[in-house]
């Protein structure tokens, strides 16, 4: 199947086979490892996405503020925040130290999220937040397009630890027992045609928290390709960091960072009966607050 669709990435393959979305002979299969013959019929029912290319340099566009000690971006989703496991990949990290010198990365976003990282200069800043993240000071707001209906209320709280999934390393999983304490407030603040548009806060920062927590709840995110059967309805992940707001700490002033939402994102429909609170009147536009 890479021979014929040379254009998707092997995760993409791997989960399209995964989601019985390939027929041999009739026959549904679920595993990449299966025994194909001469004169077999390879039936594919839906063609795997195709691989972003991630871009090539640090786009300036991307910056949302600077400073002596921070460099704070709008990451693009498809980008890798930092090396891992693709040797040679872009990365975020990467192309922003050779755009600025030298930096390290504080807050990484998995490759398909976008919005807001933080990127440090070195110094006293790394101190003051490692203790603003350590005493849970940090608040960061995502906003994230879900399939509808689901088990979502108008707006709660999701506490249910994670672990590993036990069959797939790319995964978590919520633990009926075990795991890891997780927990997440959200928000729904607008719905159309079969979606839902949800404000979320996460209070810890598992492994894709914010991504498990809403599937389990029968709201995975649209374009989620590793916990959306359906993900193929979108060519990207509905999930975008949209603020993060440092605490006033020793001393340091509190500042707040807003990412507009990316033009590939779909925008909530606009609802003229409902006044945005301050956080989702940011949405729209760039912002550096101090206070």
Request: aromatic share 6%; proline share 9%; glycine share 8%.
């Amino acid at each position: 199947m890479r021979d014929v669709y040379p254009a998707a990435g092997r995760q993409a393959i791997n989960r399209l086979i995964g989601g019985g979305q390939v027929m041999i002979n009739g026959q549904t299969v679920r595993l990449n490892s299966w025994l194909v013959r001469n004169g077999d019929r390879v039936e594919v029912l839906a063609e795997p996405a195709a691989k972003p290319e991630p871009p090539a340099t640090f786009d300036d566009a991307w910056i949302i503020a600077q400073d002596d000690s921070l460099v704070v971006v709008n990451k693009p989703a498809g980008l890798l925040s930092e090396p891992a496991r693709a040797p040679g990949a872009a990365t975020l990290l990467d192309l922003a130290a050779a755009r600025f010198g030298p930096l390290t990365l504080f807050h990484r976003l998995d490759r398909d999220t976008s919005g807001v990282a933080l990127l440090t200069r070195g110094g006293v800043i790394h101190r003051y937040l490692d203790a603003a993240f350590k005493a849970g000071a940090v608040d960061k707001e995502y906003l994230a397009v879900v399939a509808n209906p689901n088990r979502l209320a108008g707006q709660g709280v999701i506490a249910a630890r994670l672990a590993p999934h036990p069959q797939r390393r790319d995964r978590m999983a919520v633990a009926p027992r075990g795991g890891q304490r997780a927990v997440t407030r959200y928000e729904v603040i607008a719905e159309r045609g079969g979606l839902q548009w949800v404000r979320l806060w996460p209070e810890t920062g598992r492994t894709h928290q914010l991504r498990v927590h809403l599937a389990s709840l029968d709201a995975p995110i649209v374009g989620d390709r590793l916990y959306n059967p359906a993900w193929q309805q979108a060519g990207r992940l509905m999930l975008h960091a949209c603020q993060i707001t440092l605490p006033a700490l020793d001393d340091w002033p509190q500042r707040i960072f807003a990412a507009p939402l990316p033009a590939d994102f779909l925008p909530p429909p606009a609802s003229p009966a409902r006044q945005p609170n301050r956080a989702e009147a940011q949405l729209g536009k760039t912002s550096h607050e101090t206070n």
